[in-house]
């Protein structure tokens, strides 16, 4: 066992003695600590204080959580020890914490508790984690010379008239995963929900878009998540990708319902082709949208995916996110090494590594909603490394955000299991422990800035 975090408080008796005169020791001792305590003040003050060091310890302070989820016992012989309930324990799983042990010494007059969180030295997964790191750029910590426009404008097209959900957890998604501004295009119908869950954004009516100064404002635009199909959402996605010859933004994510309706028109097809000339551009589907995309059934993706993600990859000259327990990233060239040529260009449009397997699952992720906040985490981790590292080619960097944001994703997945239960996790609490996954891939502080 390693030591995660400490926490330590002290306090006056008298202080308790104070509560007990005006009866307000049940709103902070359980029924079980009264009775242990036997009335006694210094006692209740020594688990008043352990409660305040444990809180300390989870690093909020009393914040989002009751005293009352903080309960100080005794053994049989003395030796206190803590059990927490709610949401105190629920941070106890986020922080990986395996074992809480508490300590309480005093004088007449006050009392002196700590608290030490403790934890599984690293080795096993987190040894495999940090092997697989090792390959992938380090995620920055954030520059302090930065602003609201250091890390870009993301906009999202998504959601329409009963799908405020998809908009809502991508757009708070690309937010937890640090962009700097999120311009939220969705039907109007969903204009008041998105108001008020994700005030942050910029909301725009869709049928008000005007593609080129959404292209011209954004740096990465994600399109699909929950946005629908039909003749309309095809005319607006032909229009942008046509556009991007005009206006390319730095990236371009299509997830869902944008896969959807590729799916269902050639012309579509065709485009998606020519526009991955003009700016890297990701697709992220599951394994079924994958199925419509080749035209070919569940079971024969089941059998060849890694050959079928490779000739997607290759002829839609995109990188393509293949979602599934096991999911696999490709680029236009999926090999060790070689390259990829655009025809009729002298450069080439693609050179080095471009395939990756992560083979962690986290079954938390199989609900509603999960792969929208996938798609924000992905815009917003672009935003992120993009102002970090600008030298750095953008199909090269696409490809690192794509697998960095697998990784996130599962480990992200796999604490929303520790804290809230492995059937319990929704799509609206990966956002947040996305962002806590994040902090395990930002690069070492060695004292520089070289930015």
């Known amino acids: 066992m390693m030591m995660i975090s400490v926490g330590s408080d002290i306090l006056e008796i008298a202080r308790v003695e104070r509560l007990q005169k005006k009866g307000r020791v049940e709103r902070i001792f359980t029924e079980e600590e009264r009775r242990q305590s036997e009335g006694k003040a210094s006692r209740l003050a020594g688990d008043f204080s352990v409660k305040e060091a444990v809180a300390k310890a989870l690093g909020t302070g009393i914040r989002g959580f009751s005293l009352l989820d903080i309960e100080v016992l005794r053994d049989e012989l003395g030796k206190p020890y803590v059990k927490l309930y709610g949401n105190a324990l629920k941070l106890f799983k986020a922080r990986r914490g395996q074992a809480l042990e508490v300590s309480i010494s005093n004088t007449k007059s006050l009392v002196i508790a700590s ?56 757009a708070l998604a690309a937010y937890r995963a640090g ?41 990465i635009i994600l399109f699909g998540p929950g946005i629908g199909t039909g003749e309309d959402r095809e005319r607006l996605l032909l229009k942008l990708l046509n556009e991007l010859r005009n206006f390319p933004p730095a990236f371009l994510i299509l997830d869902a319902d944008a896969l959807n309706v590729i799916a269902e028109s050639s012309l579509l097809d065709e485009a998606l082709c020519k526009a991955a000339e003009y700016c890297p551009i990701i697709l992220t589907p599951h394994l079924k949208e994958f199925s419509r995309l080749c035209h070919c059934s569940l079971e024969e993706i089941l059998k060849n995916k890694e050959e079928l993600g490779r000739k997607y990859a290759a002829k839609h000259r995109c990188i393509l996110i293949l979602k599934s327990h096991d999911t696999m990233v490709f680029t236009p060239f999926s090999e060790d090494t070689g390259k990829e040529t655009v025809p009729g260009k002298e450069d080439n449009f693609w050179e080095g590594k471009g395939f990756f397997h992560n083979r962690e699952a986290s079954p938390s992720l199989s609900k509603g909603g999960s792969g929208d906040a ?78």
């Open 115 to 170: 608290a030490v969180i403790l934890g599984k030295e690293a080795g096993g997964q987190m040894d495999a984690l940090c092997e697989t790191k090792r390959y992938f750029l380090s995620i920055p910590k954030r520059n302090p010379l930065s602003h609201k426009g250091s890390y870009g404008t993301v906009g999202i097209i998504a959601g329409k008239k009963g799908m405020a959900g998809a908009a809502f957890f991508s």
């Open 374 to 451: 996938f798609a924000g985490l992905l815009a917003g981790l672009l935003a992120v490394l993009k102002e970090r590292y600008p030298e750095i080619d953008k199909h090269e960097l696409a490809f690192q955000a794509a697998c960095l944001s697998v990784l996130i994703q599962v480990r992200g997945g796999k604490l929303a299991a520790e804290a809230e239960g492995e059937h319990a996790v929704l799509a609206r609490d990966l956002p947040h422990y996305f962002a806590l996954a994040m902090e395990e891939f930002i690069e070492k502080d060695d004292g520089k800035d070289d930015r």
């Open 179 to 219: 962009a700097g501004l999120v311009h939220l295009v969705s039907d109007e119908e969903n204009r008041s929900v998105l108001q008020t869950m994700v005030p942050e954004a910029i909301l725009s009516d869709v049928r008000e878009l005007k593609v080129e100064e959404l292209l011209q404002k954004s740096e």
